[in-house]
């Protein structure tokens, strides 16, 4: 069973910083891809980053220069650090992992205020 764990969520003042940190339950090298995951009030949960396992990245066209998502496969932890956030970045943020086969987890999301 495989389990992500995402910490690092709070309330922070626009133009300020947070980095939040997937710690998987295993070797995070089971995964094809790792990436975070944002849902809003009354919106679709939609994709903020990921991470390949051969270190393609890709962000959302709205967090782009803004955020960046890394991984430390001696800890098993992938991390998103967001910088010069929005009161739009508000939202659940989910860790994501998908594996070879396409089977895919979520973690319990962690959340972020960001406030004007």
């Known amino acids: 069973q495989v389990t992500l764990v995402e910490s690092g969520g709070g309330l922070v003042q626009a133009g300020g910083s947070l980095r939040l940190s997937c710690a998987a339950s295993?070797?995070?090298?089971?995964?094809?891809?790792m990436g975070w995951y944002r849902q809003a009030p009354g919106k679709q949960r939609e994709l903020v980053a990921r991470?390949?396992?051969?270190?393609?990245?890709t962000y959302a066209d709205s967090v782009k220069d803004r955020f960046t998502i890394s991984r430390d496969n001696a800890k098993n932890t992938v991390y998103l650090q967001m910088g010069g956030l929005k009161p739009e970045d508000t939202g659940v943020y989910y860790c994501?992992?998908?594996?070879?086969?396409?089977?895919?987890?979520w973690g319990q999301g962690t959340q972020v205020t960001v406030s004007s």
């Open positions: 994501n992992g998908v594996g070879y086969s396409g089977d895919m987890y």
């Open positions: 991470s390949t396992s051969r270190s393609i990245t």
């Open positions: 295993g070797s995070i090298f089971r995964f094809n891809a």
